[in-house]
């Protein structure tokens, strides 16, 4: 679904220009949907960079030199649009985001992570090769995730099955879970714990 980019550096010392050129860029839209409306971004070529619920921990907000425009978003619209309808179980969408090596080996890890599946914190750092005591740490950087619903880290729970954090809230994750049949409609898994 992504394909990470190199790591991007920025030296310190490194002056930075409040112009914002048209390769660089930020369009934005919003699109409804069951868990409230979603703010998605993408560069100037049109690649999303991030999908934002409001109130999300660590969520963009829009800012004034955005482009508001719904154009480049509309394959995206109707990948969501299908994926709440419970027609949709896999987004093709060209998506990139940014982060560290580690983020982006955490996050590739995600992405395989099956419609209607879940994962542990622990089974994702096992899959990446990090260490039993880096689980706080694949946590902190599920928890980065920038691709809300399109990288599906609502699917990683708490080792004893519990629905542990998730950036756009726990009532939001209940509800992507429940959509996908991992969670019956009474917000409980199909052993009857929440």
Not at 59 to 83: C, I, K, M, N, S
Not at 90 to 104: D, I, N, V
Request: glycine share 12%; with cysteine.
């Amino acid at each position: 679904m992504t394909t990470p980019p190199p790591e991007a550096t920025t030296s310190p010392r490194a002056p930075r220009s409040s112009a914002v050129s048209a390769g660089q860029r930020t369009y934005c839209t919003t699109v409804d949907s069951p868990v409230g409306p979603l703010l998605l971004t993408a560069d100037a070529s049109g690649v999303l960079t991030s999908l934002s619920v409001p109130e999300q921990k660590g969520g963009r907000v829009p800012l004034t030199d955005w482009r508001h425009d719904p154009a480049p978003f509309r394959e995206a619209a109707e990948q969501l649009a299908a994926y709440f309808a419970g027609e949709l179980k896999e987004f093709r969408l060209e998506s990139r985001a940014e982060g560290t090596e580690f983020r982006q080996r955490v996050w590739a890890a995600l992405d395989d992570v099956p419609y209607g599946a879940t994962t542990t914190y622990g089974a994702i750092a096992s899959r990446i090769g990090a260490p039993r005591a880096a689980v706080r740490a694949v946590g902190g950087a599920i928890g980065s995730n920038p691709l809300l619903i399109l990288r599906p880290c609502h699917r990683v729970i708490g080792a004893d099955g519990s629905l542990t954090g998730y950036a756009g809230g726990l009532d939001r994750k209940r509800l992507l879970l429940g959509l996908e049949g991992v969670l019956g409609a009474d917000g409980r898994d199909g052993d009857g714990t929440p």
